[in-house]
Nanobody, 115 residues
Framework: QVRLVESGGGLVQPGGSLRLSCAASEPTINFDTMGWYRQAPGKQRELVAVLMGGTSTNYGDSMKGRFTITRGDAKNTVWLQMNSLNPEDTAVYYC?????????WGQGTQVTVFS
């Protein structure tokens, strides 16, 4: 069974930065895509960033230019660098991995941006 474990969430002031990590139980190259989604209270889960085929990336519109998804040197980790955070970024951030039609989710990590 694939396991995804997120870490790195927390409290940050507007304009600040956080780096999230997702540790997978197997090498990330085994997955077709790996990425991050987020869900704020009362809102639907939305795409944050996705790494496709190990090199291509895609970002949600409000994250472009501020967030960066990368594969870690450890080969089983994906990072999400988040800069210029604002209160609208407050949400639970989930790691996601897909293999064909099967997808896996982590338990989520809370990110709270407040003044």
């Amino acid at each position: 069974q694939v396991r995804l474990v997120e870490s790195g969430g927390g409290l940050v002031q507007p304009g600040g930065s956080l780096r999230l990590s997702c540790a997978a139980s197997e090498p990330t190259i085994n997955f077709d895509t790996m990425g991050w989604y987020r869900q704020a209270p009362g809102k639907q889960r939305e795409l944050v960033a996705v790494l496709m085929g190990g090199t291509s990336t895609n970002y949600g519109d409000s994250m472009k230019g501020r967030f960066t998804i990368t594969r870690g040197d450890a080969k089983n980790t994906v990072w999400l660098q988040m800069n210029s955070l604002n209160p609208e970024d407050t949400a639970v951030y989930y790691c996601n991995a897909k293999v064909w039609v099967t997808e896996y989710w982590g338990q989520g990590t809370q990110v709270t941006v407040f003044s």
